[in-house]
Each structure stands twice: as structure tokens, then as C-alpha cells.
Nanobody
Framework: QVQLRESGGGSVQAGGSLRLSCAAS??????MGWFRQAPGKGRELVAS???????HYADSVKGRFTVYRDMPENTLYLEMNSLKPEDTGMYYC?????????????????WGQGTQVTVSA
């Protein structure tokens, strides 16, 4: 089991930057990821990081967002630059022992409470 706590959300104007953090306690999971959910939409992968150092990004954030995982601290970060209004949503941290690609396959207990990101035009 893992407990996840996100921080770092907020409101910013388009073009601005934010940094999200996700502190994990308990087990060190194979992968950790950031997902977001906009009002009226489903939860989607933003970026994920695996124990082997590999990372994955949604096409919409490539070149703007950077995900990195501090293994000793068991913390996942998301650096978000050049933010756009369409990046607005609730950002959730999740962890899994197999894959962090499909949010539907991640156990309910392996999610954080979320942190809100709002980008105004």
C-alpha cells in the first residue's frame, strides 16, 4: 500500500509555470504518474515515471512539462511551463506496481486527493 499527498497547485496566467509535488509513504511502487481531470471530462494521463528511469508524456504536454522522480525521497514532481488554459483541471498523483498508463487500471487506494490547477487566458 502507498499513501500519496499532492501539493503545488494554484492559479496562474497562460504562459506561466507551476511545480507539483507528490510525496509517497509506504511502499515504493514501480511507477508513479500525474493524471488530470477537467470538468465534465474523464481522467487522463499527463506524465509518468518508472523505476527504471523511463518517462512517458501525453502528446499535449510534450516539450512543456517535465516529470521526475526522486527515488530516495519517494517523491514525484511535475514541472509545468508555458501553461495553457486547456491545462486547467484537477491533477492527481497515482502509483502502481505494474503500469501507470491507464487510470482505470490503477487501484482506488493508490491515488492522492488531487490538487487544482487553473490557467487563465
Amino acid at each position: 500500500q502507498v499513501q500519496l499527498r499532492e501539493s503545488g497547485g494554484g492559479s496562474v496566467q497562460a504562459g506561466g509555470s507551476l511545480r507539483l509535488s507528490c510525496a509517497a509513504s509506504g511502499s515504493t511502487m514501480y511507477c508513479m504518474g500525474w493524471f488530470r481531470q477537467a470538468p465534465g471530462k474523464g481522467r487522463e494521463l499527463v506524465a509518468s515515471a518508472y523505476k527504471d528511469g523511463s518517462t512517458h508524456y501525453a502528446d499535449s504536454v510534450k516539450g512543456r512539462f517535465t516529470v521526475y522522480r526522486d527515488m530516495p525521497e519517494n517523491t514525484l514532481y511535475l514541472e509545468m511551463n508555458s501553461l495553457k488554459p486547456e491545462d486547467t483541471g484537477m491533477y492527481y498523483c497515482a502509483a502502481d506496481s505494474w503500469s501507470c498508463q491507464d487510470p482505470r487500471l490503477i487501484q482506488k487506494d493508490n491515488w492522492g486527493q488531487g490538487t487544482q490547477v487553473t490557467v487563465s487566458a
